[in-house]
């Protein structure tokens, strides 16, 4: 029943800025954490950034100062800048959803590339 439909990635030089957007819906109680995960070709998936309804972040260090997650509960949103990006940024990323205390969600990822 849960839905999260994610959108903002694209083709961007490098250098340039996306922002990543995932909205969650459906039968959530409470949402406990977000964040963005992302999978290059034949490369694990690997955490970007997630944030806690506390407000806890936690960033890769390969993008800390770069990149900026954030959230709106009322919406039960979550949203990632991604500044200064470099063509090692480029992969599928995909929103992840850890909600009512014990349940996860993963959306269908949106592709980032960055490319000249």
């Known amino acids: 029943q849960v839905q999260l439909v994610e959108s903002g990635g694209g083709l961007v030089q490098p250098g340039g800025s996306l922002r990543l957007s995932c909205a969650a819906s459906g039968i959530i109680l409470t949402i406990n954490r977000m964040g963005w995960y992302r999978q290059a070709p034949g490369r694990e998936r690997e955490l970007v950034a997630t944030i806690t309804s506390g407000g806890s972040i936690n960033y890769a260090d390969s993008v800390k100062g770069r990149f900026t997650i954030s959230r709106d509960n009322a919406k039960n949103t979550v949203y990632l800048q991604m500044n200064s990006l470099k063509p090692e940024d480029t992969a599928v990323y995909y929103c992840?959803?850890?909600?009512?205390?014990?349940?996860?969600?993963w959306g269908q990822g949106t592709q980032v590339t960055v490319s000249s």
């Open positions: 992840n959803l850890y909600y009512n205390y014990a349940q996860t969600y």
